[in-house]
């Protein structure tokens, strides 16, 4: 019998931190290229090719040719962020220092002097790694997981992030968790990051990202008006290192962190709806040149543009959740496409 992906998981907390990083990066490379020419070759409608999908409309003008590198390289970036977070128990402080290069926009640290700060994040990079370091340099990480099948592979996901300094709110499908949330921000001086890039919900905002209408979560926003509390959006990408820096990080690659302020664009006295409405917008917008520019570190393997989702299905999703209150889903992540 073949291992199921939660054995694969479970194999993996246990024993990548074991590796070299040489070989660690190594094999997730080779898995990342076999995959990618599997899914190539067989033309299958699956993530790679929704990745392959995703990239076009990021970069218009890329030949058939370049559009297969770039999501050769993206599926590379994506597999190397497993290996890296399955290994990161394992990494010493000094090693996470020389991996993370901090491009932080100065008035988070004044605004974390009074209080939390809310950032909008993309699916990019490692954020995990860049979470690690926000709480030993900024402040205590809050963030919200979806729980996971079966419960002791949540529990283990939890542990790891709670160990790397985070705090944790798990919320389960259709739980309300916006509350819970909010109640935990008003406790302390957090770094709320919310994974907002992609929410099919009937919370979900439409925006327009490279041109192209997606569905962006409404939490950021919504969190930073309920909280009156400031809003950024964090893009995370690959750096490779070379000298003192890559024998202080022990590996090849860092990340750079880039953390930017997002003004709200609308009076304040307008309606809650539409002030989460525009600031989500605005982050939005904000985000799609950090994506052009570092388009392999997008880890989008799911459907993001409303060009790509089937409008019947989103529909009957939407009919599902009527029942609850665009606050209470604010946080609640993705929905099948």
Partial sequence: MSPSVEDL??????????????VGYALCHLGADATWLLHTLQGRRTGVGQLRRNLARLLPGATPAAL????????????????????LPGTSPEQLQARVRPDIDPRAYEDLATGSIVVALPHMGNWDLVGAWACSHLAQVLTVAEHLEPDDLFEQFVAFREG??????GQRRGEKAFDRLLAAAQE????????????????GIQA??????????????????????????ASVFYEPLTGERRRAAGGPWGVVLRLRKVEEPGPTAAPTRERVEAWTRAWVSALAPEL?????????????????????????AHARQAQLSPQDTATAGEEPS
């Avoid at 998981?9 to 040489?22: E, K, V």
């Avoid at 770094?191 to 919370?203: H, K, N």
């Avoid at 052009?292 to 299905?313: G, S």
């Fill in 9 to 22: 998981y479970r194999l993996a907390w246990r024993h990548a931190h074991r590796l070299p990083p040489r």
């Fill in 68 to 87: 297969r590198r770039t999501t050769r390289q993206a599926m590379r970036s994506y597999m190397r962020y497993f290996y890296e977070a399955f290994a």
């Fill in 164 to 169: 790397l300094g985070m705090r944790v709110i």
């Fill in 188 to 203: 302390g001086h957090h770094v709320i990051a919310l994974l907002a890039d992609r929410d099919l919900s009937s919370a």
């Fill in 208 to 233: 327009s990202l490279c041109g192209h209408t997606m569905r962006a979560a409404a939490g950021p926003a919504a969190l930073a008006v309920r909280l009156d509390r400031p809003l950024y959006y």
């Fill in 292 to 316: 052009v520019a570092h388009p392999t570190d997008w880890h989008m393997l799911q459907a993001v543009f409303d060009a790509d989702l089937d409008p019947e299905r989103l529909a009957r």
